[in-house]
Structure formats: structure tokens, C-alpha cells
């Protein structure tokens, strides 16, 4: 079966920021996955794959990244469920020391255990961000996909937890540059998600409608290459946009400016540690990730409702494999 070849752009190209690994990932990796297995969030085969995603650094970190199994549970239902559960996620989180209610979704206790834990280290500002980050990115799961993309990336509420030992003021958060940062930290993050998962998604034939390159392929009456073209050029504005942003932001003092200029690095980081993760975990290509993120060539996969009946024991082996067989 011949499959379309498409040159995945190299996004970060021009990006100064260079590869970083946390010297207590394993540890703290090997930890929250225990954590995670022990709610049995998903049935043998679903973990497996979940796990192949190797999310995670800090701890609090790594166990919100467990926590985008709402993902998971969000796909599978409507948005009237969705709601209930986003509710309950958000009650948790405002109230990680109360008892949940017995029989409900185990996201509830997740959530609790996750924000118990992560505000015995938060400052009391990194603690309002992260419910008021998390409320935008439930909100977005509910609501239309095109209006609220950089919502719906899930990478705002990992934004805040950047903040655990920052404490600046609120008028400093919210400046305009610094705002501005982070719209395009968000956004370098989630479009390059979508360019990375859009060939696994479309083979799945379930979710690739809620992706740019398929907005982009729509609107613009492109193929595959040209959406992903399309793509690399407006990260590289989006990456002027950020340098400059950055360049210019004022000074609030030495103390104010030391914790806002590690903030900066940190989001620029979570842009670099996405892009490598996407390649090293086994979510998007397998375990060709390295491979193809050296030679930046992967193909198009047909849908598994393409396939037929012999064909679709292999599914996962196309799914996992980027070359054609």
C-alpha cells in the first residue's frame, strides 16, 4: 500500500535553546509512574501505551502529565460528561484535602493526591495560576477546538507549576510582554504536537479533525507537505515574536528580575523539551522517533477504516512504524 511522503520541518532550528535533562528524571519518572498504576486509570494495553509517552521530569511535574489521561476519558465522551467531569477535576483541585466521593471517576482522587502533594512546594502565586490554568484548559476541552487551541494543548497549567518557588506580583505576571511569552510558548508547544501527532491521528481516524495541519489542509486546499510548510513558517514569526518580547521587557528590580528571567529560560525550555520529546517518547512515531527527527522523513498512514480485514492485525505496526513497507 504506497503512502505519501512528508519532510517533517525542523521547527527549533533556529531556537537557542539547547537540550536539558533533569539529573533526577529516572527517579522521579519511575516514581510517578508507580503513583499512576496504582489508580488502574486504564486497562492493561491502554497503560502500555501510555506509558510508551515517557512523560515527565520534577515530580509535580511528571504527575500532571499523568494527569492528561483526561485526554483520554474526554475523547470517549460528550460534552455534557466532559463537563461533570472537568467539575469534579476542579473541585478536587481547590479542595485537594477533602475526601472524594466515593464511586466517582478516578481523575477526582488523582487530581487530589496530584495538588496535595504539589502545593506543599508552591508559592501561593504558583497555586492561583494553577487552578486559574487549569479552569482555562477543562473550559477548552469543552468548547470549540479553533478558538481555543493553545488551551486545549494542556501545556498552560504546566506552565504554572514553573512557578512553584517564584513569588512575584500579580501586575508582573500579567504585564503585556510577559503575557505575551507565554501565548507564544504555548503555542510553539501545541502546533508542533499537532504537526508531530497529525500522521498517528489520522491513521487512528478519530481525532485528526482537531488538528492544525487538518484545519490548515481544509482551509488552504493543501497536502500533507504543504500544511507542514505552512506550519515552519509561522512558528519562525512565532519565535521572532517570543525573542523580541523577551528582549524587551522591563525591569521590576533584581529580585523581581532574577525570578521573571528564569521563568523566561523555563518556558523557552518547555518548548525545546516538548519538541525532543515528541522523537524520544514512543507516542508519535514509535520506536523510530529518533530516526525520523534525524532525517525528518515520515509517511502518511491510510486510516484504519482504509484498511481491510487482513490488514488491520497490523494496524499498530503502521501506526508505530513511519516507513513504508
Excluded at 533533569?22 to 506509558?51: I, T, V
Excluded at 455534557?80 to 483541585?93: G, Q, Y
Aim: with cysteine.
Amino acid at each position: 500500500m504506497a503512502m505519501e511522503l512528508v519532510k517533517l520541518p525542523n521547527l527549533l532550528k533556529d531556537w537557542p535553546w539547547e537540550r536539558r535533562l533533569n539529573p533526577h528524571y529516572e527517579e522521579m519518572r519511575a516514581a510517578s509512574w508507580r503513583w499512576f498504576k496504582s489508580f488502574q486509570a486504564f486497562d492493561p494495553k491502554s497503560e502500555e501505551a501510555f506509558e510508551r509517552c515517557d512523560f515527565g521530569h520534577c515530580r509535580t511535574v511528571v504527575d500532571i502529565m499523568m494527569l492528561f489521561a483526561i485526554d483520554t476519558y474526554t475523547d470517549e465522551i460528550d460534552e455534557f460528561v466532559t463537563k461533570e467531569m472537568a467539575d469534579m477535576i476542579m473541585d478536587a483541585l481547590r479542595s485537594p484535602t477533602k475526601p472524594r466521593t466515593e464511586g466517582e471517576c478516578v481523575l477526582g482522587e488523582m487530581t487530589r493526591q496530584f495538588w496535595e502533594l504539589g502545593r506543599q512546594t508552591s508559592t501561593a502565586m504558583a497555586e492561583r495560576h494553577m487552578i486559574e490554568m487549569m479552569q482555562l484548559y477543562l473550559d477548552a476541552v469543552v468548547e470549540d477546538y479553533l478558538k481555543v487551541r493553545r488551551h486545549t494543548c494542556g501545556c498552560l497549567p504546566s506552565f504554572a507549576l514553573m512557578e512553584l518557588e517564584f513569588e512575584f506580583p500579580e501586575e508582573v505576571w500579567q504585564h503585556p510582554l510577559l503575557a505575551r511569552l507565554r501565548d507564544c510558548a504555548a503555542y510553539l508547544v501545541c502546533v508542533g504536537n499537532d504537526l508531530y501527532s497529525y500522521r498517528a491521528e489520522r491513521a487512528r481516524g478519530r481525532h485528526a479533525v482537531h488538528n492544525l495541519m487538518t484545519v490548515i489542509m481544509h482551509q488552504m486546499d493543501l497536502r500533507p507537505q504543504g500544511a507542514a510548510n505552512w506550519i515552519s513558517n509561522w512558528v519562525d514569526g512565532l519565535m521572532v515574536d517570543f525573542m523580541d518580547c523577551k528582549a524587551n521587557l522591563p525591569s521590576w528590580g533584581p529580585d523581581v528580575d532574577k525570578q521573571v528571567k528564569e521563568y523566561v529560560e523555563g518556558l523557552a525550555q518547555w518548548v525545546r523539551g516538548h519538541d525532543d520529546w515528541s522523537f524520544e517518547s514512543q507516542r508519535y512515531f514509535g520506536t523510530m522517533g529518533p530516526s525520523v527527527q534525524k532525517t525528518r522523513k515520515t509517511y502518511m498512514l491510510p486510516r484504519v477504516d482504509a484498511l481491510d480485514s487482513p490488514s488491520l492485525a497490523r494496524w499498530e505496526e503502521y501506526i508505530l512504524n513511519p516507513t513504508p513497507n
